[in-house]
């Protein structure tokens, strides 16, 4: 990224924005907990980290909805 550009929350593909596509990657690693074939650190933004993509992610993800556009 760019001096200018800024990492949201839920910028899972690392693209500046928080959109559909990150919304695919979280989907994707819904209700997976830490070692399983799904599960995916990056999506773990609640705070603190509790090692399992749930809703308390998801609310973190639709706090910061379309940030970036």
Known sequence: MGTDEFA?????????QENFADYAVFASSWLSETGQLNWDPNCDIS???D?????RDFAALADNWFEGL
């Open 8 to 16: 949201y929350i839920g910028d899972f593909d690392g693209d500046g």
């Open 47 to 49: 705070e603190p980290n």
């Open 51 to 55: 090692g399992v993509i749930d809703e």
